[in-house]
Nanobody, 113 residues
Framework: QVQLVESGGGLVQPGGSLRLSCAASAFTFEMGWYRQSPGKERALIAT????????NYKDSVKGRFTISKNNANNTMWLQMNDLKPEDTAVYYC?????????WGQGIQVTVSS
């Protein structure tokens, strides 16, 4: 079983930055960030592979968001720059192990002036 604990959300003005963190209780081979806006389905926005460090991004966040992971302490981050109002959502940390999905508790990010 894997526990995921997120931190770092909040309110930021358009063009601002935030950094989300996700602390995992165990090593997993891939982790990612999803987000869900009101009335929309939860959507994958970025993933990072723990072996080799390969990353993938949803087109709408490419060039603005950076995902990274420290395997020494199983912590993953999402650096979000040039935030836009449409980035407002609840952000979820995700991983999987032995065919089971694990989710963080979700953290609110609000981009508004």
């Amino acid at each position: 079983q894997v526990q995921l604990v997120e931190s770092g959300g909040g309110l930021v003005q358009p063009g601002g930055s935030l950094r989300l963190s996700c602390a995992a209780s165990a090593f997993t081979f891939e982790m990612g960030w999803y987000r869900q806006s009101p009335g929309k389905e939860r959507a994958l926005i970025a993933t990072v592979n723990s072996v080799g460090g390969g990353t993938n991004y949803k087109d709408s966040v490419k060039g603005r968001f950076t995902i990274s992971k420290n395997n020494a302490n199983n912590t993953m981050w999402l650096q979000m720059n040039d935030l836009k109002p449409e980035d407002t959502a609840v952000y979820y940390c995700h991983t999987f192990m032995n065919g089971q999905d694990y989710w963080g508790q979700g953290i609110q990010v609000t981009v508004s002036s």
